[in-house]
């Protein structure tokens, strides 16, 4: 055992005995407190010394932190849409105010891959959310954060999230506009497998799955910023 072990036993133990850990802290907190640095407990905590029947998070009285899903409220309709990127979330914003009658109570922002974990602030919201849709960039990873999503809604749960069907029609129609109907060089990102592709292309709804398959094993892209002024009214009205 080391020496850095054995003095985070040492504060555990003099923690336990004072009662430090009654009152819940964020985990970042409790590892300034036992390690002297704020990431080191969550290191520790994908250890043996947290296996079954030692070290839990709950016993040192830990709470992970939910980061805010950053969303604006719309009407009283009791769901959300939410964008991947931020252009596309303040647009939208702007597109549904406009409507007399918006398909969408909220619009809120994922921020990429961190929709996973703010996704739970929804929870804490005063007004319920019965239905959860999502739009991102049509590429592997914008369907793996999607993807991950609608399983992290589901744990804590919120309902499944659901793909924003008409938006995804909009992006395609789009890109053709564009002049790139089988869409852009992915010049980013490694194309998944075969049998990945086709998990991550069941986030999708039906009418766009096929041309989306297409484009994606042919290593192009759809990004939502494809999604305009012009493009987002005509999809919602």
Known sequence: MTSEIEEFFLRVHQGLVRGDFQSRAPLKYRSLQLTGREKRLGELAQTTLFAKGRLDLEMLGCFSETP??????????SSIIIFENADAFSLARTSLRSLASPPYGMVGFGGGNAISQSLP?????SRPVQRIYYVGD?????LRIA???SRAAVR???PQVEPAAELHQAMLES???FGQ???WKDKARQRPSEDKLRSLLAFLGPSVREIVDKILTAGQRVPEE???????QAAWS
């Open 147 to 149: 993807s991950r999503a």
């Open 175 to 177: 890109a053709n506009r």
């Open 156 to 158: 804590v749960g919120l």
């Open 181 to 183: 109907p089988e869409g």
């Open 68 to 77: 805010p899903l950053a969303y604006e409220r719309i009407s009283d309709v």
């Open 121 to 125: 602030s929804l929870l804490m919201l």
């Open 226 to 232: 494809v999604l305009g002024p012009q493009e987002l």
């Open 138 to 142: 049509l590429d592997a990873h914008g």
